[in-house]
Nanobody
Framework: QVHLVESGGGLVQAGGSLRLSCAAS????????MAWYRQDEGNQREPVAH???????NVADSVKGRFTISRDSDGNTMYLAMNSLKPEDTAIYYC?????????????????WGQGTQVTVSS
């Protein structure tokens, strides 16, 4: 199995910065995609940024120029650098990954979610 653990959330004033981390662990053969989503109260979970195999990245228009997605050299840790934060960025941020992992019976592909980390931006 695979586990994703987010960290780095917190309370920050508008205009401030935070850096979120997502660490993947388990019987990982290959990570094909890693992404950040967010969900605030009363709204659906929405994509924020993603990284895919080959190194391509993309961020949502609402955070373009303020948020940057990156991965560690080991390939199993992803970051979201968030600058110029706004109150509307307040949400629970979730890590998502598409992972090929090995089992006793062979390789399996699955998608996994972390437990989420709260980001609160005060005005």
């Amino acid at each position: 199995q695979v586990h994703l653990v987010e960290s780095g959330g917190g309370l920050v004033q508008a205009g401030g910065s935070l850096r979120l981390s997502c660490a993947a662990s388990g019987n990982i053969r290959r990570i094909s995609l890693m992404a950040w989503y967010r969900q605030d109260e009363g709204n659906q979970r929405e994509p924020v940024a993603h990284w895919s195999l080959g190194g391509s990245t993309n961020v949502a228009d609402s955070v373009k120029g303020r948020f940057t997605i990156s991965r560690d050299s080991d390939g199993n840790t992803m970051y979201l650098a968030m600058n110029s934060l706004k109150p509307e960025d307040t949400a629970i941020y979730y890590c998502n990954a598409g992972v090929t992992y090995y089992t006793d019976t062979g390789d399996v592909f699955g998608t996994f979610w972390g437990q989420g980390t709260q980001v609160t931006v005060s005005s």
